[in-house]
Each structure stands twice: as structure tokens, then as C-alpha cells.
């Protein structure tokens, strides 16, 4: 099992920065995939960006809504995961969550075995 926890989230204005963080415990592995997704009122949860460690190195993937803007990464030492939020738009309204699955990769929520419990970001224009 692996216990996630999300913090960071909060209302900041449209053009402001936010870092969201997620610990991890429990069987936490650096080979876990871990990834973060939001959900807006009235939406499906949708794929915000990936980090997996593979042949040797870290690959990291983004929506391209989010691409240039938002940057994950991970301190294993730490069994935390951040994404660090530039430039918010209030179409990045929502609630994000971690989620983290083992080995490889997927931008597909059903893929991943782990949740948080979820973060809101608000975003005022």
C-alpha cells in the first residue's frame, strides 16, 4: 500500500505561482510512476503531467495545456513529488490530485492504483 498526501493548494491570481507538493508512505519506491490530475466541478479528471524513472533516467510528459507553464519533479530522498505552477490561468481551477502507479508511465486515470485525497487551486482573474 502507499499513502499519499497532497498540500500546497490555495486561490492565487490569474498570473501567480503555486507549488504543490504530494508525500508519499508506506511501499514508496523511486520506480513508482507518479503523477499529478485535476478535476474541475462538472468535469471528468483529466491527465495534468508524469514522472517515471526509465533506462536509467527521468522522463517527465505534460498536457499541453499545461506545457511550459507547470514543471513536476521529485526528491526520492523525500518520497515527495512537486508541481510547481507558473503563469495560472483561471482554467486551472480545479482540484488536483497524485496519484502514483508502479514502473511505467500512463497520462490515463484509471492506470493508477494510488490516490490522494486532493488539493484546490483557484485561480481569480
Known amino acids: 500500500q502507499v499513502q499519499l498526501v497532497e498540500s500546497g493548494g490555495g486561490l492565487v491570481q490569474a498570473g501567480g505561482s503555486l507549488r504543490l507538493s504530494c508525500a508519499a508512505s508506506?511501499?514508496?519506491?523511486?520506480?513508482?510512476?507518479m503523477g499529478w490530475f485535476r478535476q474541475a466541478p462538472g468535469k471528468e479528471r483529466e491527465f495534468v503531467a508524469t514522472i517515471s524513472w526509465r533506462t536509467g533516467a527521468w522522463y517527465t510528459y505534460y498536457a499541453d495545456s499545461v506545457k511550459g507553464r507547470f514543471t513536476i519533479s521529485r526528491d526520492n530522498a523525500k518520497n515527495t513529488v512537486y508541481l510547481q505552477m507558473n503563469n495560472l490561468k483561471p482554467e486551472d481551477t480545479a482540484v488536483y490530485y497524485c496519484?502514483?502507479?508502479?514502473?511505467?508511465?500512463?497520462?490515463?486515470?484509471?492506470?493508477?492504483?494510488?490516490w490522494g485525497q486532493g488539493t484546490q487551486v483557484t485561480v481569480s482573474s
Open positions: 496519484a502514483a502507479r508502479p514502473l511505467t508511465t500512463s497520462y490515463s486515470p484509471q492506470d493508477y492504483d494510488y
Open positions: 508506506g511501499r514508496t519506491s523511486s520506480r513508482y510512476a
